[in-house]
């Protein structure tokens, strides 16, 4: 057994999350994209209290490993943030785990995301294309992506 074969998928809307889940959740994020990336922003935006946000995430028992979000844009767009994977995990597979799961959340709708530059080519891989100019988000450069299902 690898360290991917015993993780569960889980699947929540906001009020479903226990304050536990949540904090775990949140502390992944911050861990990674603030601490390690070492871009101090307001993580948490207030998006994820939305009625439509819905969480996804890999755990080990209760402790999540991999996570992402899909909020609903004004328009009805799905829009996907917050890809993240723990240190120890990566190279895994987890993200497109991820990826898969959110994409057969979304169903049919288009759906957006900002990639961070350097892993545009994973996001291809899901059927996003480029479609806009490199912007910088914090002091990370990412490109926005469209998927558009067929």
């Known amino acids: 057994m690898t360290l991917a074969d015993d993780l569960t998928l889980r699947v929540a809307a906001f009020r479903d999350l226990d304050a536990a889940t949540l904090y775990r959740l949140l502390r992944l994020r911050v861990d990674v994209f603030v601490v390690e990336q070492g871009d101090p922003y307001a993580e948490l935006d207030g998006r994820d209290l939305e009625p439509e946000a819905t969480h996804i995430w890999l755990a080990r028992d209760d402790e999540p490993v991999a996570y992402l979000r899909v909020l609903e844009d004004p328009d009805g767009t799905a829009r996907i943030g917050r890809v993240v994977v723990a240190a120890d995990a990566r190279g895994l597979g987890l993200a497109g785990r991820l ?7 979304i169903g049919a709708r288009t759906s957006v995301l900002a ?3 350097h892993l545009a080519d994973f996001y291809r891989r899901y059927g996003y294309e480029v479609t806009g100019p490199e912007f910088l988000d914090g002091h990370i450069p990412h490109l926005p992506m469209a998927r558009h299902p067929r």
């Open 99 to 105: 990826m898969a799961a959110a994409i057969e959340h």
């Open 115 to 117: 990639a961070q530059s």
